[in-house]
């Protein structure tokens, strides 16, 4: 799935995976949404910074960002 986000200041495309929210049962734990970055495109660029970024930042500050960019795809459509 692409997503695009500002990231400090900078358009990004985001490709990675989505998972949404599953719901507990009797049976189940559930699980909450994730997003997994796979890459971190800048502007019309295919050149992929996520390595720049790093794991961390992309799992702790871009994924979160995906996040709401879907929630706010999903409230818009």
């Known amino acids: 799935m692409d997503v695009r986000i500002n990231f400090e200041g900078v358009d990004c495309i985001v490709q990675g995976y989505y998972q949404p929210k599953e719901h507990m049962t009797y049976e189940y734990p559930g699980n909450p949404e994730s997003f997994d970055v796979e890459a971190v495109f800048v502007g019309g660029s295919m050149t992929d910074i996520s390595s720049m970024i790093g794991q961390e930042r992309c799992d702790d500050l871009i994924a979160p960002l995906c996040l709401e ?8 459509a």
Not at 69 to 76: D, F, L, P
């Open 69 to 76: 960019a879907i929630e706010e795809m999903r409230i818009a």
